[in-house]
């Protein structure tokens, strides 16, 4: 008698604009842990919960207008149906939350650098990007740092290391969680060398950690080129490497690692961390 297995995948979610007119109020992130207001440096970095009728509009075309951004990433957004519901997938994920990152330490119009930088019109901070905490597990107490998309324009300030200083710190210090990851791209040594500065350490390279999307760089098998799985070479789904880096509560108390992340909050006018209520 055969086994039987009913087993069928889920299937992926339609294309259009979730979330798109719904306001702050009546937007549910469904996230496992308690959600801040904001986190905030003072006079540097803040963080709010992205909100889609609030921020996908903003973040959509400057996305689009640097697509070296997707290089690394296992995912691509093409329209701003598709960004909503890319949104809208990690929305629906417990373990997800994604952030708006802005730039509190300027506050500019127009250009700069011959790079466009929008203004937020009412706070008139600058968007610098957005920045994730996924896979959070509340049973086991750890998650990972991820979805990180800073624009170009920032590259060269602290954006990127302080917002991600404050996702650790409320991973550790407000939800007291155990461990944090950090994965990256093998190939993407920016990425690789944010996580060191930040003290997390690598811990694995993992061999064929993921599928990539289509049109996406990656690695190849000889064997594939051959025709042994043609169906994977016709889709052009390649493979990349994952580093994975780590930092554990053990690192965090009392050692060098907590003092870095002191002193990516202490620059300026003595920038501490503060969260919102």
Known sequence: MPNLNLYVPPQPLETKTYHLQTPKEEYDLNFVLPVPEFLETEDGVRLVPLVPSLHAQI???????????MRYLPYTYTT?????????????????????????????????????????????????????????????????????????????????????SLLIRYLFDTVLFRRVCWFAHADNTPSVNAALRLGLKKEALLKWERCLGKGKDGKKLEGVLEGLREGEEKAGRWGGDEIRTFLDWGGMIGGPEVQRLLMVCSVGRSRRGRWGD
């Open 59 to 69: 973040l959509f075309p400057l996305f689009s207008s640097h697509p070296s951004m």
């Open 80 to 164: 701003l149906e598709s960004f909503l519901t890319f949104l809208e997938e990690r929305r629906r994920d417990p373990g997800t939350l994604l952030w708006v990152v802005y730039d509190l330490s300027l506050i500019l119009d127009g250009k700069e650098g011959g790079a466009e930088v929008v203004v937020d019109k009412e706070n008139r901070e600058r968007i610098a990007g957005m920045v994730g905490l996924l896979k959070c597990n509340d049973e086991n107490r750890w998650g990972e740092v991820g979805h990180l998309a800073i624009l170009p324009p920032f590259h060269r300030s602290p954006i990127n290391t302080h917002s991600c």
